[in-house]
């Protein structure tokens, strides 16, 4: 059915509904309700149509958001979700936990002119979700089988699903979402080799031995550290082993380090260190967790906190304390740590990258309680010719592996990089992107090869 767009002018921007705080703080459940169909439509139907759409200019996947919206609008979903998901692999992760506000919305026309932007992300999963109910979404293992693809995928972990799985919260991401996305590639004839370490299980070398080609998708898992006194004290933790052994519990694993209280914010005085969207992850799950209070240190202030401002915003309901502007001096205790000596700051002149540099205000130090410290101030790609027993492996100065961009090949032959341990410590849409771009490049090497080979012969 024909459905008129431009709606915004008449309809009221809705997001489906949060879950009340004091009820979605006791349990990891994803924080927003469902879109009903109606509203899904209805909230399509605001979309204007641009003839030059900016929300798809500044989605990394360039997704023909337009259409799927007006396709939505109609009522017509299965068409919507056949567009949506010919550009992305998950739109139903994506939809969930892309920070929208810096992506598609934030540069959606409609929101540019005070009308509050289309819900796309919201309705990116509505249509995905719907997909999957309605057993839209198949497994392509025949596909597979005739274009002639074997693949394997070597995981150092003991479960698949990377970050999904273990890095990002059930509030943001279900597990079912992602365990979902596992069965239906295991479905499709993808082999998953867990707890499965290149360098010790098996060199690079033997691997490519055994393959056409390999692509190392391997992510960046270093945690950046922070270089102050008292830095060694007990119970200063990085973020990415308090998010693991929140989520495994959650799956149900026996934690030790969680079961014996280390790594559970239950009761106590907690500090996050870092603005970005990791640390976001880290203030609310201890919220969940029933810390006593939750403190989120960050250098600059809220206009330039990396991570989402949408979730900033979800961790001050929740009842995050913020303290802008400050940054760590000094961790202080007899064994374990007790308190953070912090310095206040203020922002200077723009340093390299433009922005504002944070300058330490003279005798401003202030001490704080803590009982569990949590470093959430980035990631560092691991020295992977080490790991991997390859130092032939080329990297950049900052640990990252060099590819050709064009090819995305790494200086070894039939050896291809993507994703952040590329680009550096990124989005999960990117690495999306970085996967799908991949793929094509392994696709016209193995070609290449294939005719080379067939010419010789
Ligand atoms: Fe927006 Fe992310 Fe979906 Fe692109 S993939 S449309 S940026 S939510
Ligand atoms: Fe629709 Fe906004 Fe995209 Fe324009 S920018 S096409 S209004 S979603």
């Given at each position: 059915?024909?459905?008129?767009?431009?709606?915004?002018?008449k309809?009221n921007q809705?997001t489906p509904n949060k879950?009340?705080t004091?009820k979605?703080?006791?349990?990891?459940?994803?924080i927003?309700?469902?879109?009903?169909?109606?509203k899904?439509k209805?909230?399509?139907?605001?979309c204007s149509?641009c003839?030059?759409?900016f929300c798809?200019?500044?989605?990394p996947?360039s997704?023909n958001?337009?259409?799927?919206l007006?396709l939505?609008?109609e009522?017509?979903?299965?068409?919507a979700?056949e567009i949506?998901?010919?550009?992305?692999?998950m739109?139903?992760v994506?939809?969930?936990?892309?920070?929208?506000d810096r992506?598609c919305?934030g540069?959606?026309v409609i929101?540019q002119?005070?009308?509050?932007?289309?819900t796309?992300?919201?309705i990116?999963?509505y249509i995905?979700d719907?997909?999957?109910?309605?057993?839209w979404?198949k497994a392509c293992?025949e596909?597979?089988?005739?274009?002639g693809y074997?693949?394997t995928?070597y995981?150092?972990?003991?479960?698949?699903g990377g970050?999904?799985i273990?890095?990002i919260?059930?509030?943001k991401l279900?597990?079912?979402?992602?365990?979902?996305?596992?069965?239906?590639l295991?479905?499709?004839g993808?082999?998953?080799?867990q707890?499965?370490?290149v360098?010790?299980?098996?060199?690079l070398?033997?691997?490519r031995?055994?393959?056409?080609?390999?692509l190392?998708?391997?992510g960046v898992?270093k945690?950046r550290e922070?270089?102050i006194p008292g830095?060694d004290?007990k119970?200063?933790?990085?973020?990415?082993?308090?998010?693991?052994?929140?989520n495994?519990?959650g799956?149900g694993?026996?934690v030790?380090?969680f079961?014996?209280g280390?790594?559970?914010?239950e009761?106590?005085n907690?500090?996050v260190i870092g603005?970005g969207?990791t640390?976001?992850d880290?203030?609310?799950?201890?919220v969940r967790q029933k810390a006593k209070s939750?403190?989120?240190?960050?250098?600059?202030?809220?206009?330039n906190?990396?991570?989402?401002a949408?979730?900033?915003?979800?961790?001050i309901?929740e009842?995050?304390?913020?303290i802008?502007l400050?940054?760590p001096?000094r961790?202080?205790?007899?064994d374990?740590?007790?308190?953070?000596?912090i310095?206040k700051?203020v922002?200077?002149e723009?340093?390299?990258?433009?922005?504002?540099?944070p300058?330490?205000q003279?005798g401003?130090?202030?001490?704080l309680?803590?009982?569990?410290?949590?470093?959430?101030?980035g990631?560092?790609?691991?020295?992977l010719?080490?790991l991997?027993?390859?130092?032939e492996?080329a990297?950049s100065?900052w640990?990252t592996?060099?590819?050709?961009?064009?090819?995305?090949q790494?200086?070894?032959?039939g050896?291809?990089a993507?994703?952040?341990i590329?680009r550096?410590?990124s989005?999960?849409?990117w690495?999306?992107?970085d996967g799908r771009?991949a793929?094509?490049?392994?696709e016209k090497?193995l070609?290449?090869k294939?005719?080379?080979?067939?010419?010789a012969?």
């Amino acid at each position: 059915m024909k459905k008129e767009m431009l709606q915004f002018i008449k309809l009221n921007q809705q997001t489906p509904n949060k879950r009340k705080t004091d009820k979605r703080k006791d349990d990891f459940n994803e924080i927003y309700n469902e879109f009903i169909n109606e509203k899904a439509k209805e909230q399509s139907s605001r979309c204007s149509q641009c003839g030059v759409p900016f929300c798809q200019i500044h989605c990394p996947l360039s997704n023909n958001i337009p259409d799927w919206l007006k396709l939505t609008a109609e009522g017509r979903i299965k068409e919507a979700y056949e567009i949506s998901q010919s550009t992305n692999n998950m739109p139903e992760v994506c939809g969930r936990i892309c920070p929208q506000d810096r992506l598609c919305e934030g540069n959606c026309v409609i929101e540019q002119s005070g009308h509050g932007t289309v819900t796309i992300g919201s309705i990116e999963k509505y249509i995905t979700d719907t997909a999957w109910e309605q057993g839209w979404i198949k497994a392509c293992a025949e596909e597979l089988r005739k274009l002639g693809y074997q693949i394997t995928i070597y995981d150092r972990y003991d479960r698949p699903g990377g970050l999904l799985i273990y890095g990002i919260p059930n509030f943001k991401l279900e597990k079912f979402v992602v365990e979902r996305r596992t069965k239906l590639l295991k479905d499709s004839g993808i082999k998953f080799i867990q707890n499965f370490e290149v360098g010790k299980d098996k060199t690079l070398d033997q691997l490519r031995e055994e393959h056409d080609t390999v692509l190392i998708a391997t992510g960046v898992y270093k945690a950046r550290e922070i270089k102050i006194p008292g830095q060694d004290l007990k119970n200063i933790y990085p973020a990415m082993d308090f998010l693991t052994a929140s989520n495994k519990k959650g799956l149900g694993d026996k934690v030790d380090l969680f079961d014996n209280g280390t790594l559970n914010a239950e009761g106590k005085n907690v500090i996050v260190i870092g603005g970005g969207d990791t640390a976001m992850d880290c203030v609310r799950t201890a919220v969940r967790q029933k810390a006593k209070s939750v403190k989120c240190l960050y250098r600059r202030d809220r206009e330039n906190m990396p991570g989402s401002a949408r979730e900033v915003g979800n961790a001050i309901e929740e009842g995050v304390e913020f303290i802008w502007l400050t940054s760590p001096k000094r961790f202080l205790g007899k064994d374990k740590v007790e308190e953070v000596e912090i310095n206040k700051m203020v922002l200077g002149e723009p340093d390299s990258s433009g922005r504002k540099k944070p300058v330490i205000q003279k005798g401003s130090e202030v001490k704080l309680s803590a009982d569990l410290i949590i470093k959430s101030l980035g990631f560092d790609p691991e020295n992977l010719p080490k790991l991997f027993n390859a130092n032939e492996l080329a990297v950049s100065k900052w640990g990252t592996i060099k590819i050709d961009l064009k090819t995305m090949q790494t200086n070894l032959d039939g050896v291809f990089a993507a994703g952040d341990i590329v680009r550096g410590a990124s989005l999960v849409v990117w690495a999306i992107r970085d996967g799908r771009d991949a793929a094509i490049q392994i696709e016209k090497y193995l070609n290449n090869k294939a005719e080379k080979t067939f010419q010789a012969a």
